[in-house]
């Protein structure tokens, strides 16, 4: 199966991340409250006294599954701590700290970004702290809710992850020795826009 390295165009910067989308199932597979698959520790907390959601919103080298329902082609995609590292800084400098949407649909008001950082030392970083398990490169997000509804879909679990908003390109030195045609790159691309 294909694996394809997401990457920033920078001469479309400011569109790299517009928003952070609150999901039942982020791609990513680290959700706020959860354990994981084949563990018992927690991969991140909902601060319920201040109303703080703290998780990953991009771990770096992960593998994303994807599928094409129109060229019925899987694969998989991931971003380098490079790209992760440069899209986190993007967030910030495009004011996007309150862009945020529900299950990639909704516009959201009341979540402001209140943390944004890059993991340096896993044992270490505030993320430990939380008992959250992530590598060097994970950028992590600190989101501050202000809206009642979207708190008790907290509460109740029916959003349990980050997943990002934005426009990537793809390295195309990564792909399979496989020729692929414009049609082929424009359908992944307009699939990849889709990532939860």
């Known amino acids: 199966m294909d ?3 997401l990457i920033i165009d920078e001469e479309n910067a400011s569109l790299a991340i517009d928003a952070v989308s609150l999901v039942e199932f982020p791609a990513i597979e680290s959700d706020w409250v959860a354990l994981n698959k084949d563990t018992n520790i927690s991969l991140a907390k909902v601060d319920e ?4 959601l ?6 770096p080298d992960k593998r994303i599954y994807r599928y094409n ?3 019925q082609k899987e694969y998989f995609v991931y971003f380098s701590k490079e790209t992760i590292k440069r899209a986190s800084e993007l967030y910030l400098m495009n004011n996007n700290q309150s862009s945020a949407t529900l299950e990639h649909d909704t516009k959201l ?31 992590m ?9 979207i708190w008790k879909k907290v509460k109740d679990k029916s959003v349990k992850g980050y997943s990002i908003e934005g426009y990537f390109t793809q390295k195309m030195s990564k792909l399979s020795k496989q020729d692929y045609t414009d049609s082929d790159i424009l359908n992944a691309l307009a699939e990849i826009l889709k990532i939860q």
């Open 49 to 52: 006294d201040k109303k703080l």
């Open 3 to 5: 694996e394809i390295e």
């Open 69 to 71: 329902q129109e060229t």
């Open 54 to 59: 703290i998780g990953a919103a991009l771990i």
């Open 109 to 139: 008001s009341g979540i402001t970004a209140v943390e944004s950082w890059i993991v340096a030392d896993k044992d270490r970083d505030k993320s430990a702290v939380y008992g959250i398990d992530v590598p060097e490169g994970t950028w």
């Open 141 to 149: 997000l600190s989101l501050k809710v202000d809206n009642e509804d």
